[in-house]
């Protein structure tokens, strides 16, 4: 039998009208219904195009993205979909990786991360920090580039998403800095992202330092499912070391690839995209194109998803 990881999205995966094919699914609603009575304001609603909540605001963004995986994860178990081997999160994605390995429950990770977001958004006054794609580079170039344009800037790659695909952030003339020499060391495109704060640096200290105060009142388990870590691409089964790795993982970058590497030389070949949008389907087929990637993003792919396994 293949061995199979789900992989959870992050932010940047949101776009208004998601999920919309599954709105008559019971499963699906009660989840969004949980959280909506948590954060006393309709989520669903949020969603969908009608509305005028920006779901762009990192506070709402994280329970909205967390919901959205939880539910289709929901929605996976209720067709009888077999369980995965391992599990991984993009940023944010990893605490949708903890509800679904029962680390967390669903009730304490809402509040969490919607506090999360709060606190990284106002690590940072809106406007002195930035992130950018860095593409057609390799990661040793960017880290470089990055230290060369930090000057008293502070610059850094947070984000290893695929080969040729490195995101950096931190204060915004240092940013727009180390763009400008990105490009004329060859990088085929250096782009500004539509995000609010520069997460994933060491700028976000002050919102791990918060947020720590809070997951001390939190309960956390052993994983049912392993879940590989993006500080450090690693499995942990000690509740209070995983607590702990939470909160680093908000200073550190997100070692995606290194993830995916090590679910590879587990003999994991097939990985399901559990949430909105394939930005985690494209980057696995980017690491490496032999592997079997499916997306559960609308009801087509994740009906595709359920077949592919039970034909096995």
Same mark, same amino acid.
């Given at each position: 039998?293949?061995?199979?990881?789900?992989?959870?999205?992050?932010?940047?995966?949101?776009?208004?009208?998601?999920?919309?094919?599954?709105?008559?699914?019971?499963?699906?609603?009660?989840?969004?219904?949980?959280?909506?009575?948590?954060?006393?304001?309709?989520?669903?609603?949020?969603?969908?195009?009608?509305?005028?909540?920006?779901?762009?605001?990192?506070?709402?963004?994280?329970?909205?993205?967390? *919901?959205?995986? $939880?539910?289709?994860?929901?929605?996976?178990?209720? &067709?009888? %979909?077999?369980?995965?081997?391992? +599990?991984?999160?993009?940023?944010?994605?990893?605490?949708?990786?903890?509800?679904?390995?029962?680390?967390?429950?669903?009730?304490?990770?809402?509040?969490?991360?919607?506090?999360?977001?709060?606190?990284?958004?106002?690590?940072?006054?809106?406007?002195?920090?930035?992130?950018?794609?860095?593409?057609?580079?390799?990661?040793?170039?960017?880290?470089?580039?990055?230290?060369?344009?930090?000057?008293?800037?502070?610059?850094?790659?947070?984000?290893?998403?695929?080969?040729g695909q490195v995101v950096i952030a931190g204060e *915004?003339?240092? $940013?727009?800095?180390?763009?400008?020499?990105?490009? &004329?060391? %060859?990088?085929?495109?250096?782009? +500004?992202?539509?995000?609010?704060?520069?997460?994933?640096?060491?700028?976000?200290?002050?919102?791990?330092?918060?947020?720590?105060?809070?997951?001390?009142?939190?309960?956390?388990?052993?994983?049912?499912?392993?879940?590989?870590?993006?500080?450090?691409?690693?499995?942990?089964?000690?509740?209070?070391?995983?607590?702990s790795i939470m909160l680093q993982q908000i200073y550190?970058?997100?070692?995606?690839?290194?993830?995916?590497?090590?679910?590879?030389?587990?003999?994991?070949?097939?990985?399901?995209?559990?949430?909105?949008?394939?930005?985690?389907?494209?980057?696995?087929?980017?690491?490496?194109?032999?592997?079997?990637?499916?997306?559960?993003c609308d009801l087509r792919r994740f009906e595709s998803?359920?077949?592919?396994?039970?034909?096995?």
């Open positions: 039998m293949k061995k199979t990881a789900f992989l959870f999205p992050g932010q940047g995966s949101q776009t208004k009208g998601m999920l919309s094919e599954f709105a008559e699914k019971s499963v699906v609603r009660e989840c969004f219904e949980e959280a909506s009575d948590l954060l006393r304001y309709d989520l669903w609603d949020a969603i969908q195009d009608e509305s005028t909540i920006d779901i762009t605001e990192t506070h709402r963004t994280q329970p909205i993205i967390l *919901t959205c995986s $939880v539910a289709i994860w929901r929605l996976w178990l209720s &067709n009888g %979909g077999r369980i995965p081997d391992y +599990l991984a999160g993009h940023s944010l994605g990893e605490w949708s990786a903890l509800v679904c390995s029962n680390v967390v429950s669903f009730n304490n990770a809402i509040q969490i991360v919607e506090k999360r977001g709060r606190l990284m958004q106002a690590a940072v006054p809106v406007g002195e920090g930035v992130m950018a794609a860095i593409l057609g580079m390799d990661d040793a170039s960017v880290i470089s580039i990055c230290q060369s344009a930090s000057d008293n800037d502070n610059v850094s790659a947070v984000n290893f998403n695929a080969p *915004t003339v240092g $940013v727009q800095r180390a763009m400008k020499l990105a490009k &004329n060391a %060859g990088a085929k495109r250096a782009i +500004l992202l539509p995000v609010s704060a520069p997460f994933h640096t060491n700028m976000m200290r002050p919102a791990s330092e918060m947020l720590g105060l809070e997951l001390e009142k939190v309960r956390f388990s052993s994983p049912d499912i392993p879940i590989v870590h993006n500080l450090n691409a690693e499995f942990e089964r000690d509740p209070s070391k995983i607590r550190n970058p997100v070692k995606w690839v290194s993830c995916i590497a090590t679910l590879r030389t587990l003999k994991v070949h097939t990985f399901f995209e559990c949430g909105p949008g394939r930005v985690l389907s494209g980057l696995a087929r980017k690491i490496d194109p032999i592997f079997e990637v499916f997306s559960c998803a359920l077949d592919a396994l039970e034909k096995e």
